[in-house]
């Protein structure tokens, strides 16, 4: 069976816009207020799924959500027009009119969960929509998410779909961006990798003091029941709360996984050893651990260069190939680990690709939160629904649509523009046909 990886990257919404919403998240909160353009973030990002197809990786794309979420602020007690909804979010409560606009869904790393069908005891594979109740902007994506899931990965003999875990503190779920699964190769059975910032029932109480943890042991356990992974298959590690309080606020933030190697901060994990030893004993493959450790790279680098956030990819000759953003060759410590720590080391990364995501960094996203690894057979990559996997026709068409739609200067000031909302309507409308996706959004199903 041949098993390959494909990366669904999201597509920038026409929203997208600098509001500092994400607290814990210091490349967002620094970053507050500044005037963002949507074209070239949504460029960014296809131009960077574009590069990874021309070197051969498979590489798919999902859709943005619907922005601004008007059905969100009716909800909560706003009435009348669409423009007066807006209007008077917008002058009572703008913190609210920010976070129903916000762009968020790009960061796909966040959509959910996956098992691929080799670790799977029925032989699907399984999703779990993240439930994000972390954050409101966030906690608003999960039932579009699961439309859209379900529309692409709709074939029920290939795929399983589970409910969203319930939105509390307990349950607290974050997706793929506190998961990282290891294998000798995509096809072979693996470990799972849950990381977990807190444990909402018990536990010792070390936790993070400045930041909040946003996943639970409880919500990673939870998931891994969903998709029906034995304890042979699973190991649960706590992230470092020093990590988590420097900014860290997902695992991936410090820790990437591929294959066989865990590329990972000394403070990624509360129990470092614990956790390598905890690998090695379940994986059928010799763990590869690459470790970075605090006197090369420091942690305030780690976070403002999003090394770790980086995308480790498998080339046919068994070497890997990182793909970084370009704010690691702004810092000196960072780039000179790349070169003379990684590279140079005794492990299969060879080759190291710079990336120019700016748009999305600024707001806390890099290469790895912009996507969302499946790993799918030859027949679950045939099954699939929708017009997803990236090609150069598909491509040209995002590209223009793009070049159509977005605006290329969007400040937090203008999301209260009732025209903003309707172009961001007429985009997703043309942009469902041009996927073949269906009736995914809210405007859609009325």
């Known amino acids: 069976m041949t098993v390959r990886e494909v990366n669904f990257d999201g597509l920038v919404g026409p929203t997208h816009n600098y509001s500092g919403l994400a607290h814990g998240n210091v490349a967002s909160m620094s970053h507050e207020g500044l005037v963002a353009n949507p074209r070239e973030a949504a460029l960014q990002g296809l131009e960077k799924m574009k590069s990874l197809m021309d070197a051969g990786y498979a590489q798919g794309v999902l859709p943005p959500q619907q922005r601004p979420d008007l059905g969100a602020l009716r909800a909560l007690g706003f009435s009348g027009s669409d423009a007066e909804v807006l209007a008077r979010a917008a002058g009572e409560a703008p913190q609210l009119l920010r976070a129903v606009c916000s762009a968020s869904s790009m960061w796909t790393a966040n959509a959910g969960t996956v098992t691929p069908s080799v670790d799977a005891a029925d032989g699907r594979v399984h999703f779990t929509p993240a ?24 074939d029920e003999a290939h795929f399983a779909h589970h409910p969203v875990l319930p939105a509390t503190p307990a ?90 190697v865990l590329l990972y901060h000394e403070m990624a994990f509360r129990d470092e050893q614990g956790t390598l030893e905890a690998l090695r004993e379940k994986m059928a493959t010799p763990l590869i651990p690459v470790r970075v450790p605090v006197e090369a790279v420091s942690l305030d680098d780690a976070v403002a260069s999003y090394l770790f956030n980086s995308q480790l990819l498998s080339n046919p000759d068994g070497t890997m190939t990182l793909v970084v953003p370009g704010e690691c060759q702004e810092r000196e410590a960072v780039w000179r680990c790349l070169q003379d720590h990684l590279l140079a080391g005794h492990n299969p990364i060879a080759e190291v690709v710079v990336k120019d995501v700016k748009q999305s960094m600024r707001n806390g996203g890099g290469p790895a939160c912009l996507r969302l690894r499946v ?61 073949e996706l269906g009736s995914v959004y809210p405007f859609q199903r009325c």
Not at 384 to 413: I, K, M, N, Q
């Open 375 to 435: 790993a799918l057979s030859a027949a679950e990559r045939a099954a699939l629904s929708g017009r997803v996997l990236l090609d150069e026709a598909l491509y040209a068409e995002l590209t223009a649509w793009v070049e159509r739609h977005y605006r290329d200067r969007l400040a937090p000031a203008d999301l209260a523009d009732p025209q903003l909302a309707t172009e961001t309507l007429t985009a997703l409308d043309e942009l469902t046909g041009l996927l």
């Open 131 to 154: 439930n994000l109740q972390s954050s409101f902007h966030r906690y608003l994506e999960p039932a579009t998410t699961a439309r859209v899931l379900g529309a692409i990965f709709r």
């Open 171 to 260: 349950f607290s779920d974050e997706g793929a961006a506190n998961h990282t699964r290891l294998a000798g190769e995509h096809g072979a059975p693996g470990v799972h990798l849950y990381v977990y910032g807190r444990q909402a029932f018990g536990g010792d109480g070390v936790e993070p003091r400045r930041f909040p943890a946003r996943q639970t042991l409880e919500a990673s356990q939870a998931v891994a029941r969903q998709h029906g992974l034995a304890a042979a298959q699973t190991v649960f590690a706590q992230q470092h709360p020093a990590a988590i309080d420097a900014g860290v606020f997902h695992n991936d933030v410090i820790a990437v996984g591929n294959g066989p």
